[in-house]
Nanobody
Framework: VQLQASGGGMVQAGGSLRLSCAAS????????MGWFRQAPGKEREFVAS????????KYADSVKDRFTISRIRAKNTVYLHMNSLKPEDTAVYYC??????????????????WGQGTLVTVSS
């Protein structure tokens, strides 16, 4: 599965951004998809994921109630709607796809596919 992410940018604290990730390749629509992020000097961490049918979602505690993940299976595209952004949300955000649902216990080395990162910068 190939992933193409877009939508990063710079926003002030309290603002909103939407990230998109388009998947292509064989069986792309049957993969769970998600987002991870990596801040400078830190390890890549789980942000949110959505099941291949779209009925199951998971969030990191740090983004719960602020971020929403969704997908349109017909377009093989997943979105991350980010509201009430904080400076600590500043990071490179990576789209991910895997046969299994992803969460905070998922090892990044076990994930099947990664998209290129997209930078999100939140200024105070």
């Amino acid at each position: 599965v190939q992933l193409q992410a877009s939508g990063g940018g710079m926003v002030q604290a309290g603002g909103s951004l939407r990230l998109s990730c388009a998947a292509s390749g064989r069986d792309a629509s049957s993969y769970a998809m998600g987002w991870f992020r990596q801040a400078p000097g830190k390890e890549r961490e789980f942000v949110a994921s959505i099941s291949w049918l779209g009925g199951g979602v998971k969030y990191a505690d740090s983004v719960k109630d602020r971020f929403t993940i969704s997908r349109i299976r017909a377009k093989n595209t997943v979105y991350l709607h980010m509201n009430s952004l904080k400076p600590e949300d500043t990071a490179v955000y990576y789209c991910a796809a895997d046969r299994n649902m992803m969460d905070t216990t998922t090892k990044v080395t076990d994930i099947a596919s990664w998209g290129q990162g997209t930078l999100v910068t939140v200024s105070s």
